[in-house]
């Protein structure tokens, strides 16, 4: 008697798991948020960066400011913005990094004692321009920032 109930629940099982011819396709929908891409690649020159206050004073930093028409009203407000550094551009070793990027460094000074500092690259935007900053922590800008590349990624 339990196998004709097990045979009777299976084929139950099998008859009620069967889906029905598929029907004719509708059309496309709009796009989705996030199936939008624009991915653009900045570079800032040595030679580049704007000194924001005095050299080695308080509050001191670095910025450089590009137009970027792609960066809509639409973006700001209900896209997203990635930014990145790329390191070692062009090179077998490149690699991108997410900004802000932060980089540590020290040094043993003639008279044995350390100096540390840290440079911090960042950036904002705004409709129609992206800015890319350095910081140093000890705020010693008397020497500009290297020549840097960035990219940002927009999905909207």
Known sequence: MKKYFLLAGLLVFMLASCEGPAGPM????EPGEGMNWK????????SDWQLIGQP???????????????LSNFIYTDGNVFGYRILDAGLNSEVLT???HVVPHGEVLSNGSESLWTEI????????S??????????????RPPTCDFRIVMNW
């Open 26 to 29: 509708g059309p496309a929908g």
């Open 39 to 46: 991915i653009v690649t900045y570079v800032v020159h040595e």
């Open 56 to 70: 080695d004073a308080l509050e001191s930093y670095f910025m450089y400011e590009f137009n970027e028409n792609s």
């Open 98 to 100: 997410p900004l802000p």
């Open 121 to 128: 690259y960042s950036f904002d935007y705004m409709p129609g």
């Open 130 to 143: 992206i800015a890319f900053y350095v910081h140093y922590s000890d705020f010693m800008t008397g020497l």
